[in-house]
């Protein structure tokens, strides 16, 4: 079984998670391309969807899902997205695709984050993968500076503005034991929008899809 077969087993099996009539918080990413997918096959039975990227809206407006602006709602019970590494204690590292900040703010009003991943984005200890942190342009080597002092290596994804007209850094050479503190830590680094740390808001739920079906984990 492929990756991205893993990845669609876990996401179809988020539909379950998803109350009727109701507004869901919808992620973005390669995973949650296969969530909307599933989300469209009962698309009469929802409400709409609040969005966390210019990406997952066109989706989702494409396949006929109503998009609302989250200032609209005050408040829904799931939010459903992916991450590139989850730790035991349900913290993640999210924002390969540079959604980071627009996933956090759509996963703070949410009630419930369930997060939809294959098997490989299980680790023990986040870090293998680089952590990214959204930045305001004029920051950028100033903020770099910072994150070295924090014990990473910066990389500026020099391709990549995000939805917000910012800059991405990702940081290389973590080994994150305390995901909780070095969250807090960066977020106090001026300059910085946001970073991919998910543990104030870690997952409620994961589920895993995997060969042998999908785990899920709460
Ligand atoms: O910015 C992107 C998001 O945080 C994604 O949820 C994350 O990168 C996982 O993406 P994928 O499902 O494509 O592995």
Redesign the pocket.
């Known amino acids: 079984m492929t990756q991205d077969e893993m990845?669609k087993r876990a996401a179809w099996a988020a539909l379950e998670f998803v109350p009727r009539h109701s507004i869901v918080g919808v992620?973005?990413?390669?995973?949650?391309?296969h969530f909307i997918d599933a989300l469209a096959s009962i698309k009469e039975q929802i409400k709409g969807a609040v969005s966390?990227?210019i990406a997952s809206t066109e989706k989702m407006q494409a396949l006929g899902i109503a998009v609302f602006d989250l200032n609209d709602i005050d408040s829904f019970s799931v939010y459903v997205?992916?991450?590139?590494e989850i730790n035991p204690a349900r913290h993640m590292i999210?924002?390969?695709?540079?959604?980071?900040t627009r996933?956090k703010i759509v996963a703070a009003v949410a009630e419930q984050f369930v997060c939809?991943?294959?098997a490989s984005?299980e680790v023990a200890v986040l870090g293998k993968f680089p952590l990214?942190v959204e930045v305001i342009p004029m920051a950028r080597n100033y903020v770099a500076r910072e994150l070295q002092k924090l014990g990473g290596r910066p990389v500026w994804r020099e391709a990549v503005v995000t939805d917000n007209g910012n800059i991405i850094l990702d940081v290389h050479d973590l080994h994150i034991t305390d995901a909780l503190t070095l969250e807090q830590q960066i977020n106090q680094i001026t300059g910085v929008v946001c970073n991919?740390l998910f543990a104030a808001r870690a997952a409620d739920v994961v589920l895993v899809g995997g060969p042998d079906g999908t785990r899920v984990i709460k």
Do not use: H, Q, Y
């Not at 992620?27 to 391309?33: K, M």
């Not at 997205?81 to 590139?84: I, K």
């Open positions: 990845k992620g973005t990413g390669s995973t949650v391309n966390s990227s997205d992916g991450a590139d999210k924002g390969g695709g540079a959604a980071l996933e939809i991943v294959d984005k990214p991919g």
